[in-house]
């Protein structure tokens, strides 16, 4: 058992003692010796059974003097390390949990090479930054955690060079559609009803001015049982697999606890076979209802069709789901794409 | 010795104090007026559901007629929340239900609401007459169907971007044949296609019927037969403007509408062809309130439309209707209070609408009475934001979005500090502020010494270090919700100033730096203060001295509640812990 799994089974097995510890769930047993403040306790369990990540966490603040130091005297506080470079070396059995702003190192040196009159970021830097680490993290969904770097590509990517910079006008590359721009979850503020809406309503009507949709495909999707609807922009995945995971994610807490939910350590990938057998074999089958209004089993076109004719998706019973197609018949399909 | 007022005195005067910021000062003169106010409040309003418990509001004021509840943080229209958070609304019905049975509105904003509260409604309160249910989920229209057959002195029907499972559109058959008594419905965010007999059977009867807000699957023709029996309508909310313009479909809508002599309020228009644009027009001079925000109507239709509207006080409209476009109105809606202007395209790269700061200065010079602005702009100059500071100091609410993050002031490359202050300096009744663009710790130091009496600051990637919070906390002093994401400022500030905290009804924080011993800290030194985290892992499996990467901070009568979620980790208070070893400064 990995230590990161024997960590988890230590938190569950604690969950029950009413342990004098601060947090409501969860207490780990182990940590009872550690002062209250707890903190660079190098032998508590929780830091030496992540120590890449704790050493990784290192950063200047530029208050560092007048900065709480949480910690015995003479103890060493710990940096914070918030590099975007988090994403890159983390092995895929970590989970980075920060992949967030660009370090503050970085805005500082930056701001110090332009000059003096005011905080002049590097605009494309900072930009870029951003870009790298939201890219592969971030899409428009409702579950954001950062479990989901864990399971793409974690290389950093081209930013498009087409970002506007600050003073310059937005002069695109023109001949090629620009690039999408990372996508920063709830950002600009902007409600996902009015962009659904927004989406919807020029799906439904013709293109204004010859400009396509809005780039989102929205579809709700609903499950058997649970209380509510949700809906996904079909486009911002590229296969099935992805849109499994999301939806797996999406539902959880409505299934009955499979495959140790969000317990599961980062390195059980949410694999497409694994899906597959969740939602096709076992207790729920994903089905979706196309333009002619019948109801098919998801998987069984290729998947730039799929997102051409799903109108509505919905997560069945799977017993409910006998008429659709011939499970088998479908798997065999998706293995044949795989 | 001292002179007592009689009970029944001070019960007829509290009947001509409305407020309820007044009210709670009434009843912390003494028992006597505590006790009096309580049992003569009849709108009860709670910011934060979690702020206390259904049991203490419903024992304290046993005469509610209205309740207004407000569940999740703010930032959860923007995805910030992950589903599950909370804000259920059952334990407030099912409490009222109980203790309150002459309760006959209910209002909920950012709530989940199920299909057994809505039947709860139904079942338990034998006049209700108002449901408002705003940025909700979690029912279905079946939910909506035992309200409209069960309550038979409904007034207010509102279900105002909620996400609802919609199961059809039968609800609207449930209305019974018998109920006349509806000023105002509203379903504008169902899907299905209700039966417009039904519907237009459902106006007939209702004389009182002042609001109407269509769904997009109600058709011209529905609009229009709708429209000529109700022709008293205020407020309407139309369907889907999408099929083919015919003359004679034209000339019966131009007509439909022209019967609405009193419409001041136009919604809706989610698809509206430009073409359709002048059946409008016999409205416009009436029209106080319009919402374009998902009219895809470009310029110059959408000026042909606005200066028609010389009445206009409120304006939400998309960038699409450009500098020029705000200009025009400038120059004839110069009775504007309120204008909105949204993104058409936000998630695109294509900066390509001629919308610039410029349309928000023309509007602010040539509209006297312009008091709340949410502006939504890629760019924008310090220069603007002080003309616009100098030509309304009466701003009351200014939300400018900038959207690129960090984005300077693109003449000058400067931050946006000086504009902001100006904004904060000058405009001294502002309540609400969002701030953006480019911003240095110094903005903050303005904001928190001129924005008297902002309540609400919302900001995201600004700021340099810990300063920008305490500026913010040891200034500003009528803060009452403060939501920031993606700054880089961390424990000091937030340690430092955590009486302010309970000060405030919320707090919340996004990708900041905040770690989560500090987290720890401000629970345990602050009693009264709910610290919830927001993480897919125990907070303990990292070191603490990691930012945590969402906190919740509100303060509450009712302590640690206890639906959390699996990623939400209330902090405890640990009665054995003392405060004593803290060093702070």
Known sequence: ?338 | MGLRLPSKVLEHILSFIDSNEDRNSVSLVCKSWFETERKTRKRVFVGNCYAVSPAAVAKRFPGMRSLTLKGKPHFADYNLVPDGWGGYAWPWIEAMAAKCPSLEEIRLKRMVVTDECLEKIAASFKDFKVLVLTSCEGFSTDGIAAIAATCRNLRVLELRECIVEDLGGDWLSYFPETSTSLVSLDFSCLDSEVKISDLERLVSRSPNLKSLKLNPAVTLDGLVSLLRRAPQLTELGTGSFAAQLKPEAFSKLSEAFSNCKQLQSLSGLWDVLPEYLPALYSVCPGLTSLNLSYATVRMPDLVELLRRCSKLQKLWVMDLIEDKGLEAVASYCKELRELRVFPSAPDLDEANIPLTEQGLVFVSKGCRKLESVLYFCVQFTNAALLTIARKRPNLKCFRLCVIEPFAPDYKTNEPLDKGFKAIAEGCKDLRRLSVSGLLSDKAFKYIGKHAKKVRMLSIAFAGDSDLMLHHLLSGCESLKKLEIRDCPFGDTALLEHAAKLETMRSLWMSSCFVSFGACKLLSQKMPRLNVEVIDEHPPETRPESSPVERIYIYRTVAGPRMDTPEFVWTIHKNPEIGVSHLAIK
């Not at chain 1, 920060?98 to 005011?118: M, T, V, Y």
């Not at chain 1, 599961?264 to 949410?270: E, P, Q, V």
Request: hydrophobic residues 30%; charged residues 25%; aromatic residues 6%.
């Open chain 1, 1 to 338: 058992m990995s230590p990161e799994e024997e960590l988890q089974s230590n938190v569950s097995v604690a969950s029950s003692s009413p342990t004098s510890n601060c947090i409501s769930r969860n207490t780990l047993g182990g940590l009872k010796e550690h002062n209250y403040l707890g903190l660079s306790d190098c032998s508590s369990v929780g830091s030496s059974t992540l120590s890449p990540l704790a050493e990784d966490d290192k950063a200047t603040i530029s208050l560092k003097a007048t900065e709480l130091t949480l910690g015995l005297p003479g103890s060493q506080s710990p940096a914070r390390d918030t590099e975007l470079n988090l994403l890159s070396p983390v092995k895929l059995d970590e989970k980075p949990f920060f992949p967030l702003l660009p370090s503050k190192d970085e805005i500082c040196s930056s701001s110090q090479k332009n000059n003096a009159s005011g905080n002049k970021r590097g605009f494309s830097d900072t930009m870029d930054q951003f870009a790298e680490a939201k890219s592969s993290v971030y899409t428009e969904k409702n579950w954001m955690f950062p479990e989901a770097a864990a399971t793409q590509s974690v290389t950093k990517k081209d930013v498009p060079q087409n970002i506007p910079k600050g003073q310059s006008s937005t002069t695109n590359n023109s001949s090629s559609p620009p690039a999408p721009k990372a996508q920063i979850v709830g950002w600009p503020p902007v409600r996902s009803y009015r962009k659904n809406t927004l989406a919807t309503t020029c799906k439904n009507s013709d293109e204004v001015d010859g400009r396509p949709g809005f780039g989102a495909l929205f579809v709700k999707v609903s499950m058997d049982g649970a209380p509510y609807l949700r809906k996904v922009d079909l486009r911002s995945y590229t296969n099935y697999g992805e849109l499994s995971s999301a939806l797996e994610k999406m539902f959880t807490t409505f299934t009955l606890g499979q495959c140790g939910s969000n317990g599961a350590a980062g390195k059980d990938m949410l694999s497409e076979t694994k899906l597959k057998d969740l939602l096709n074999g076992k207790d729920y089958v994903l089905t979706y209802e196309d333009k002619d209004g019948d109801w098919m089993l998801v998987g069984d076109v290729p998947w730039e069709m799929f997102i051409d004719v799903c109108k509505k998706l919905k997560i069945m019973k799977g017993c409910d789901a006998i008429g659709l197609a011939a499970a088998p018949r479908a798997m065999e399909k998706s293995k044949m794409r795989a």
